[in-house]
């Protein structure tokens, strides 16, 4: 019973969990701005005063920023696509009845759990490293020249173990999916004279819709700031700086807290941007 | 045209047969309806003649040519499932439409007949809209629409009415009977309820663990039950099947009874026995009756009503003309 004592109680027991919320949010939010336009150098005379949109300007008109940009855009669409296209594969595979399912399916989520900088110094140091690598031992297997991978292919490298980490969410995703999928349905258009292909292109993909919609929103969030993977691979070298990775450096290395906080409300408008673009492209699978 | 033959079909899962042998003649514009309790493998064998599984030996032959090991699609056949299996991001109009598409045909054509079927279905004013914004009887219409269209050599259904409310189910039973009348197509319902065998098929196939108990029209299997099993089967409520000294008195094993073929009355007759619930539906009375010394619950029917109460005593009369006659194997003696 809803009434009107109950619902101010209500609130009042809310109000502690939302007022934390909002500090965790709002705080650092705050901060940024208010750093942002500062001239904040923190080993070179600490707080020098307010700076205006100086941050801001000197950050745009770097020559690193749309480099950056493009390479962020890059690594976020490439894994995508890797991992819907083989999720939607293997979630498909997966949903084969075979021997040993269970353990098969257990290994398959496996690189989910491992660190991120731990799968990135292992994919490094074991499989791209090209003396000692087996990529690299692959290569001189079939008589040629090994590739430099982290150097040569610098944002290929990373999309490829960016997409290794995140191949196992959209798996798992995508299996339950499809194992959700009415078997009628199937059998229907089986009769109505659809072969596989148009099976799976008529009945299974629009079934999966809305899962393939979960998987990119959720992947979007977490790969925007991606940021261990090129931290201990490329270090940000060889065109594979992202936005989060500039602003690392703009605070870090070059010690200009301002400029970076800068940089941060920039990730933040082109986060929006990009949830933008996506809601407009596949929020509409969300409806019902 | 639509005449399938099953000769020697059998089915197995693994090590379980649930098909043995079996021969079955499906003519040509014929309503057949495969009958009997859960897990007597009707839908199976529906799905056999579908050709959604593959049959472990035997043959099928469809208008005289082998379609054993033909895909599904081939074989011309149409399937209503139980679930309706509508495919619930396609419009209603692009759902109808969806076989003829896969069979590339022109696209005045497939109009043409998505009107026709949705004119036929009452569905015109529906084609835009989603399976999923239509109630329980409108997607049974549309998954029968998506069946038509195909014009298919033969309709299967596979319990299309179970998933209906009481109300419904007896129009959608009108419905269809009406488009059997008025396609003269053959058509092979699965159900396991016994009125719509009855109301709907030319012919009923009673199906208990795989075997064929019986074939026949509905009357044949009402006058005449090959066994105690369709005896009990077919008809509702159920026959009174007798076993003892009474039926011994008649010099068989087992004598049955409908329960429509009993008079009641409150002074004399051949049995006596105790009211127990007594069901009054206005145009008929079941009663249930007790202690009758003839074994499990008698039932009798009666038209109209009839003032008795829990406990009364009541005497029963038999219509020895309607009496059957089973052997101790449960066959039907003449």
């Known amino acids: 019973m809803a009434t009107q004592h109950s619902r101010s109680a209500a609130r009042m027991m809310l109000a502690p969990a939302v007022v934390l919320l909002l500090g965790w949010m709002l705080v650092p939010l705050i901060m940024t701005l208010y750093f942002s336009f500062k001239k904040y150098l923190p080993l070179r005379g600490g707080d020098l005063g307010w700076a205006g949109f100086d941050n801001y300007v000197r950050f745009v008109t770097?020559?690193?920023?749309?480099?950056?940009?493009?390479?962020?855009?890059?690594?976020?669409?490439?894994?995508?696509?890797?991992?819907?296209?083989?999720?939607?594969?293997?979630?498909?595979?997966?949903?084969?009845?075979?021997?040993?399912?269970?353990?098969?399916?257990?290994?398959?989520?496996?690189?989910?759990?491992?660190?991120?900088?731990?799968?990135?110094?292992?994919?490094?140091?074991?499989?791209?490293d090209p003396v000692n690598g087996l990529f690299a031992h692959l290569w001189k297997f079939f008589g040629a020249e090994p590739v430099v991978w982290l150097s040569d292919a610098s944002l290929?490298?990373?999309?490829?173990?960016?997409?290794?980490?995140?191949?196992?969410?959209?798996?798992?995703?995508l299996l339950t999916a499809i194992q959700s999928l009415d078997g009628e349905q199937l059998e229907a258009s089986e009769m109505d004279g659809a072969p596989v292909l148009k099976r799976f292109y008529y009945i299974v993909l629009p079934h999966l819709g809305r899962a393939i919609t979960i998987v990119i929103l959720i992947e979007t969030i977490f790969l925007l700031s991606i940021f261990a993977e090129i931290f201990v691979t490329t270090g940000g070298a060889f065109g594979s700086r992202t936005l989060t990775y500039l602003i690392f450096q703009r605070v870090l290395e070059s010690q200009n807290v301002g400029l970076g906080s800068a940089g941060g409300v920039y990730?933040?408008?082109?986060?929006?941007?990009?949830?933008?673009?996506?809601?407009?492209?596949?929020?509409?699978?969300l409806d019902a | 045209m639509g005449q399938i033959q099953l000769n020697q079909v059998t089915k197995s899962f693994g090590d379980v047969q649930v098909i043995p042998p079996l021969d079955l003649t499906i003519e040509d514009g014929e309503f057949t309806v495969f009958v009997g309790p859960s897990g007597c493998g009707k839908s199976t064998l529906l799905r056999l003649i579908a050709g959604l599984e593959d049959i472990t030996s035997g043959h099928i032959a469809i208008d005289g040519a082998d379609a054993t090991n033909l895909?599904?699609?081939?074989?011309?056949?149409?399937?209503?499932?139980?679930?309706?299996?509508?495919?619930?991001h396609m419009s209603v109009r692009k759902n109808i439409a969806f076989p003829m598409r896969m069979a590339k045909m022109p696209e005045d054509e497939q109009n043409r007949r998505i009107e026709a079927a949705a004119k036929a279905l009452n569905l015109t004013d529906y084609l835009d809209r989603r399976p999923g914004q239509l109630s329980g009887g409108q997607r049974q219409r549309v998954a029968i629409g998506r069946a038509i269209v195909r014009e298919p050599s033969a309709f299967l259904f596979d319990e299309p009415l179970s998933n209906l409310d009481a109300a419904l189910r007896v129009g959608m039973r009108l419905e269809i009977s009406e488009m059997h009348e008025r396609l003269?197509?053959?058509?092979?319902?699965?159900?396991?309820?016994?009125?719509?065998?009855?109301?709907?098929?030319?012919?009923?196939?009673?199906?208990?663990?795989?075997?064929?108990?019986?074939?026949?029209?509905?009357?044949?299997?009402?006058?005449?039950?090959?066994?105690?099993?369709?005896?009990?089967?077919?008809?509702?409520?159920?026959?009174?099947?007798?076993?003892?000294?009474?039926?011994?008195?008649?010099?068989?094993?087992?004598?049955?009874?409908r329960p429509e073929h009993v008079q009641v009355s409150k002074t004399e007759g051949t049995w006596k026995g105790t009211v127990g619930v007594a069901e009054h539906l206005g145009s008929d009375t079941y009663i249930h009756v007790h202690e009758t010394g003839l074994g499990?619950?008698?039932?009798?029917?009666?038209?109209?009503?009839?003032?008795?109460?829990?406990?009364?005593?009541?005497?029963?009369?038999p219509d020895m003309e309607q009496l059957h006659k089973f052997d101790e194997n449960g066959l039907r003696l003449p």
């Open chain 1, 156 to 173: 290929f490298s990373i999309i490829t173990i960016v997409s290794w980490q995140w191949l196992p969410f959209a798996t798992l995703i």
């Open chain 2, 296 to 317: 499990d619950l008698f039932t009798v029917r009666i038209s109209g009503d009839i003032p008795v109460r829990h406990g009364d005593t009541i005497f029963l009369t």
């Open chain 2, 184 to 257: 003269k197509a053959t058509m092979i319902y699965v159900t396991h309820d016994q009125v719509e065998a009855m109301t709907m098929a030319d012919k009923i196939v009673v199906l208990r663990a795989g075997f064929i108990e019986q074939v026949g029209s509905p009357l044949e299997l009402y006058h005449k039950p090959r066994n105690t099993f369709v005896a009990g089967f077919i008809g509702s409520p159920k026959m009174n099947l007798i076993e003892g000294p009474e039926a011994q008195k008649h010099g068989v094993h087992t004598i049955g009874i």
């Open chain 1, 62 to 128: 770097s020559s690193a920023f749309w480099p950056s940009v493009q390479a962020t855009l890059i690594i976020v669409g490439g894994t995508l696509l890797i991992t819907v296209v083989f999720g939607v594969l293997l979630g498909l595979l997966l949903n084969q009845p075979m021997w040993g399912q269970g353990v098969v399916r257990i290994l398959v989520i496996a690189p989910f759990f491992v660190m991120p900088t731990v799968s990135a110094l292992v994919w490094k140091n074991m499989f791209m």
């Open chain 1, 267 to 285: 990730a933040i408008i082109l986060a929006n941007i990009v949830a933008i673009f996506l809601m407009r492209i596949v929020g509409k699978n």
């Open chain 2, 71 to 88: 895909p599904p699609a081939k074989r011309g056949l149409a399937m209503v499932f139980q679930s309706y299996a509508l495919y619930p």
